[in-house]
């Protein structure tokens, strides 16, 4: 059904993602007329090409977290626990058809000195956060993953796979399905603040007033609110797809099936597909690069983990934008009353579906958790292009290889 594009409704919701979705299926559930524009097709950006692993805490490790901001660190480390629940429940109460699978992941350490901070971390999980967390030795790893690269690991269960896309479609459906009015190719070009109260946004497809605006474009926001753009820095993440592994193939890798990352600053992670293709994912510098380029340096470093698995096809190769922030933690809040939730620094399959459902909340009039009070530090000197990042990369690198 073709509908008139709307000049009025009670809110705009900038960015198709996981994050815009979500908040326009809450919104509408709360009675409220949404219109969510998408600069491409729905689920063009990160939230159909990721790694499909969904998993509580930040990129900010949770030491650090807690050491920086003790008891509204705890705050956010517990919502990051919310957000894994909701994922499971959202699938759940939907019955989204998207091949999630409870597989717990193993984060492995690339260094000794890392391992000891699993084991620390493994203790405040338990002990603070009454997760099921625990480290696995260098000498028993062999009974998780095929390979002898890494020093240990933290075994966390309380994470699973599903499929990017699908999962995306669900919410799609859902949205739709309470009354939110969902428009592909039509990019948010402008948001002015009305006098009376309220915003215009304008589209080429004509201008929409509304009371409140959400912008939810992550790694690829534009300069549609300049002032996000200093903060949100667009950084680049690449997949392999192999063809689909032999069950003897699989065994030799992954046997438990377990989701894996490693613990250097430009890590791999890596997990199986419903369908037992290998997804390994990663990147391996800052500076932008080509797909044929990614695809043959992950394919290596897939190699160089899983020798075992050498002559199976690439059958798929893709990248796609996360959006890192100074503090590698995201951010929920509002700039001159505009609504905004992003930041996500690579994981942000459950906190992008958690700040949707969070920011359609505090939208509708619910009070923002004070753990998400905070301010959103700029990047210093960047306006437009990240011109830093070969040399931070660099730096990055550097620290891995020592
Ligand atoms: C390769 C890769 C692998 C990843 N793997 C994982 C993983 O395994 N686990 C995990 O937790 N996270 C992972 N992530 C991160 C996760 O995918 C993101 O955090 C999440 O999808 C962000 O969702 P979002 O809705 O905020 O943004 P996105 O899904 O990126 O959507 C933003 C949308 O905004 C649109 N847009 C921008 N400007 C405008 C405008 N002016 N008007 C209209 N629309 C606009 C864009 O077209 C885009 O579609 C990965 C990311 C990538 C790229």
Redesign the pocket.
């Known amino acids: 059904m073709v509908t008139a594009f709307p000049t009025e409704v009670d809110a705009v919701i900038?960015?198709?993602?996981?994050?815009?979705m979500m908040a326009a299926a809450r919104l509408a559930w709360r009675g409220r007329s949404v219109a969510l524009?998408?600069?491409?097709e729905l689920?063009?950006?990160?939230?159909s090409?990721?790694?499909?692993?969904?998993?509580p805490g930040f990129k900010l490790d949770l030491a650090t977290l807690l050491k920086r901001d003790s008891e509204r660190g705890r705050d956010r480390y517990q919502a990051s626990l919310d957000a894994f629940a909701l994922v499971e429940e959202t699938i759940r109460v939907n019955q989204i058809d998207c091949d999630y699978a409870r597989t717990g992941h193993l984060e492995l350490a690339h260094k000794a000195s890392h391992f000891q901070h699993l084991e620390e971390e493994a203790h405040v999980l338990r002990r603070q956060f009454g997760v099921a967390a625990r480290v696995i030795p260098r000498i028993e790893l062999a009974s998780e993953v095929g390979t002898s690269l890494y020093h240990g690991a933290l075994l966390f269960e309380q994470s699973g796979g599903l499929h990017?896309a699908k999962y995306f479609a669900g919410l799609v459906r859902v949205a739709r399905d309470r009354g939110a009015h969902l428009y592909e190719h039509?990019?948010?070009?402008g948001i002015e603040a009305r006098r009376r109260g309220g915003f215009k946004v304008s589209t080429p497809r004509g201008d929409i007033h509304t009371r409140d605006v959400l912008v939810?474009?992550?790694?690829?926001?534009?300069r549609?609110v300049p002032w996000l753009r200093r903060r949100v820095i667009p950084i680049g993440?690449?997949?392999i797809a192999t063809e689909p592994l032999t069950a003897d193939q699989v065994h030799s890798a992954i046997p438990n099936r377990r989701m894996l990352f490693d613990s250097k600053n430009f890590l791999h992670?890596w997990r199986l597909s419903a369908d037992n293709r290998m997804l390994f994912?990663g990147r391996a510098s800052f500076a932008p690069t080509t797909i044929p380029n990614a695809r043959d340096w992950l394919y290596a470093a897939m190699l160089e983990i899983h020798p075992q698995l050498a002559g199976v096809r690439v059958e798929h190769a893709w990248?796609?934008?996360?959006?890192f922030t100074v503090d590698r933690m995201p951010h929920i809040g509002r700039v001159k009353g505009i609504t905004y939730?992003?930041g996500?620094c690579?994981?942000?399959?459950?906190?992008?579906t958690y700040f949707g459902y969070l920011a359609a909340d505090w939208i509708a009039g619910a009070a923002l958790p004070a753990c998400w009070e905070r301010s959103f530090p700029a990047v210093p000197l960047y306006r437009e292009q990240p011109w830093f990042l070969p040399a931070v990369g660099w730096y990055y690198a550097a620290l891995d290889r020592l």
Do not use: F
């Open positions: 900038v960015g198709g993602g996981y994050t815009g524009l998408e600069k491409n689920g063009w950006g990160a939230s090409r990721n790694g499909g692993m969904v998993h990017p039509t990019p948010a070009t939810a474009t992550n790694g690829y926001s534009d549609l993440s690449y997949i992670y994912g990248g796609g934008q996360v959006g939730a992003l996500y690579g994981t942000g399959v459950a906190m992008s």
